[in-house]
């Protein structure tokens, strides 16, 4: 189907105000779709503003608000319609909480030479007694930097601990991740799978589900209205955004979302061409939360605060949905929206080493942090790419999101938050400079996850004193132990025993097994003389032999396999002589 869309033109507008005559440039237009304001560097439509009314208003008409004072101040502006933008169920006892604030909205579509700025201003100054506010439409920034198209490794999903997340949870076909963005590619081999499609309202020319959508099968596109949300040529940067989040895993086909089985609701907010602006994300954000979506993914962003768009992400709270949205990509410790408004979880960016990435915001109001840096993930005709951005490390966050969802389905928003906020790895350490900007921490999947402990290995000698000779050599028959130092770094648990394995043939394990108790949250522990595991070199042992051993817990505790192995060399070619 080919698409289009019908733009009205607004002048440039100046206003004559400095002391030397010459006009100063209060908007400049960018193209036919967009105008900045000079003022603060806001980004929003021609032709359109949106107002709130503070009470019910059931008397919206084609050419009227529905209140004459403020119809006869816009009439003058040549309108083209005026409507309620959120199509609510009529039935009031089937709507969502937020949904009678949201139908308090109305939108003004006209083609009058005056700025939407000016028009929102004017039409509030004259009517604070009946509205909250008056703004224009605002637009975001995709919060993404392009990289070379190179296939990798995904770095991140070992990074936040997706591997063992999975062996908890796989999550959920039926906890939904909704992406607004410039579309998807829906039939991408590594998206397909995990596209949430609408049954309920199949492709036949009429609104079955009555949401207001009609043949919304697939989602919905919100630039050019219709029901296709397919990128289409246009910019990659939903496709690679939903792979972030969810990209279909164990297929045998390239790689994985830590989402893993979590499915992936599309709506489409840019043309067609190359743009980098992000549209109407107001309208999407309302229908993903109508329509079953637990978690929105926004990886948009503006300076520019918006009453309209915070009225929305109220409702979205109160309709129980966690939205996940970028913190920005200016370096800089400043706010940036949606991610600093209320009811978001504010996610900023890091590289594989957990350093802050150079690009990211960092700010008070950041939740999180998340791997943001060299993401390899899906884009438009089957293809892949890496790119950087707090795009990316926002929906690697919703996708985490997504598993807490499904482990914990009964959990309210609130409580989904508080794990996500408090299931991180700290790296102020290495982020010192940042401390109190990046959030409780980065991302760890597996600890989101889990209510048991976690048993992570923070050191480990190797000693022949206690049963050997104290040489060092490590040789056959010669009993070795293990004085560790481990750490619970989550949660507390009782009776949790630990264990050691090897799966080499050259070594035996005298003692496999140490009960260490009840371990508090985040205390450190260490093994006793007493109490250790003990190993030695079977004759079969060459000499500098390299073991692997592994740590392990019993089923009431995990351990941290990013840090709970090591090797250990038997049968040294050289000894250290202690005695003469």
Request: with cysteine.
């Amino acid at each position: 189907m080919r698409k289009f869309l019908l733009f009205f033109l607004c002048p440039l507008c100046i206003s004559f105000f400095s002391f030397n005559g010459s006009p100063e440039i209060k908007y400049k237009r960018i193209n036919e779709r967009s105008i900045v304001r000079v003022s603060d560097g806001a980004k929003y439509q021609p032709g359109i503003i949106n107002i709130k009314f503070k009470n019910q208003n059931n008397n919206v008409a084609l050419l009227s608000t529905g209140n004459a004072r403020i119809d006869n101040l816009i009439s003058q502006y040549d309108l083209t319609r005026v409507y309620k933008p959120f199509p609510l169920k009529p039935d009031v006892s089937k709507r969502l909480p937020g949904d009678d604030d949201l139908d308090k909205f109305v939108t003004i579509k006209y083609r009058g030479n005056i700025d939407p700025t000016d028009l929102s201003n004017e039409v509030f100054s004259q009517n604070k007694d009946i509205l909250e506010w008056a703004e224009p439409e605002f637009i975001y920034d995709a919060l993404f930097i392009p990289n070379d198209p190179l296939v990798s490794t995904q770095y991140h999903i070992g990074k936040i601990n997706s591997y063992q997340a999975w062996d908890i949870t796989q999550g959920d076909t039926n906890v939904v991740i909704g992406i607004v963005d410039s579309g998807s590619d829906l039939d991408h081999p590594d998206l397909g799978a995990n596209i949430k499609y609408n049954y309920a309202d199949p492709v036949d020319g009429v609104d079955n589900d009555a949401n207001g959508y009609i043949d919304d099968f697939k989602g919905w596109d919100f630039y050019y209205g219709d029901n296709d949300p397919n990128i289409n040529g246009g910019s990659d940067h939903g496709s690679h955004v939903s792979g972030c989040a969810s990209q279909v895993a164990n297929n045998n086909v390239h790689g994985a979302g830590p989402g893993f089985k979590c499915k992936l609701m599309i709506t489409k907010h840019a043309p067609d061409v190359p743009d980098n602006s992000i549209y109407n994300s107001n309208s999407g954000i309302v229908y993903m939360y109508s329509n079953g979506a637990k978690v929105i993914n926004c990886s948009f962003g503006s300076a520019t605060y918006s009453a309209a768009t915070q009225n929305i992400i109220n409702a979205a709270w109160s309709a129980g949905v966690v939205i996940c949205a970028s913190s920005g990509n200016d370096g800089l410790n400043t706010p940036r929206y949606p991610g600093s408004y209320d009811n978001v979880v504010n996610v900023a960016a890091s590289n594989s080493a957990d350093l802050k990435a150079s690009f990211s915001n960092y700010h008070t109001t950041v939740d999180v942090i998340a791997p943001g840096e060299s993401i390899l993930s899906t884009v438009y005709n089957n293809s892949y790419a890496v790119f950087n951005g707090t795009s990316m490390s926002t929906p690697i966050t919703a996708g985490v999101v997504g598993l807490i969802r499904s482990k914990y389905p009964a959990w309210t928003n609130t409580q989904v938050v508080d794990r996500l906020k408090l299931g991180v790895d700290s790296i102020y350490h290495l982020n010192p400079a940042y401390i109190g900007l990046l959030g409780t921490g980065r991302v760890n999947a597996f600890k989101c996850v889990t209510d048991n402990p976690i048993v992570a290995l923070l050191s480990n000698t190797a000693s022949d004193s206690l049963y050997g000779n104290n040489d060092r050599v490590f040789d056959v028959n010669e009993v070795v132990t293990f004085s560790m130092i481990y750490k619970n770094i989550w949660l507390s648990g009782n009776n949790v025993s630990l264990r050691l394995t090897t799966s080499d043939p050259d070594v035996e394990l005298v003692q496999d097994s140490v009960f260490a108790g009840n371990l508090n949250a985040y205390t450190t522990y260490s093994t006793t003389p007493n109490a250790t595991f003990r190993v030695k070199a079977k004759t079969t042992c060459p000499f500098d032999k390299v073991v692997t051993f592994n740590l392990r817990t019993s089923s009431n505790a995990y351990s941290d396999n990013a840090s709970t192995t090591f090797t250990v060399t038997f049968r040294h070619g050289w000894a250290t002589h202690t005695v003469n």
